[in-house]
């Protein structure tokens, strides 16, 4: 079996998150592999601007996910494993890429996300992140206001 290593971005704007329709019709966060040596946190933001057009800022860690698929033209099994980062992004403006196959996405509130997005580890993910996200932004805006 082959494995890969990949980072993506659970990235937030207030109460909304971001996800994108791809093209096998699946919700899913913006991610993609690990190459050359790359930090994952670099991938996650590129993946995160290249995917759907949208800048970001890394929060924090999120966790990790992976899933195995049968690649058809590499004739194997492949073993995705993925680093996820918490992101707030800098604007609600996004951009998905169609030439990378997806057809449409945006900031969903949070409810509305865990509804469209297909896999089940993807919602778990949505879900801690989003709960993480706002201990952080509680906790800079108790700093501000201290």
Request: glycine share 8%.
């Amino acid at each position: 079996m082959l494995t890969r290593g990949c980072a993506g971005g659970v990235v937030f704007i207030k109460d909304r998150v971001f996800i994108m329709k791809n093209e096998k019709g699946e919700w899913v966060l913006p991610k993609g592999v690990i190459r050359n040596n790359q930090l994952a946190l670099d991938v996650a933001l590129d993946r995160v601007k290249h995917e759907g057009g949208v800048d970001a800022t890394i929060v924090s860690p999120a966790g990790e996910t992976s899933y195995e698929f049968y690649s058809v033209s590499r004739k194997m099994p492949v073993c995705n494993k993925i680093d996820w980062f918490i992101m707030e992004a800098t604007s609600k403006s996004f951009s998905v890429n169609k030439e990378e196959g997806f057809s449409e996405g945006g900031f969903f509130l949070i409810a509305d996300a865990l509804e469209k997005i297909t896999y089940s580890q993807d919602k778990s993910l949505i879900h801690l992140a989003y709960q993480k996200y706002n201990y952080y932004i509680n906790k800079e805006i108790g700093k501000t206001i201290v």
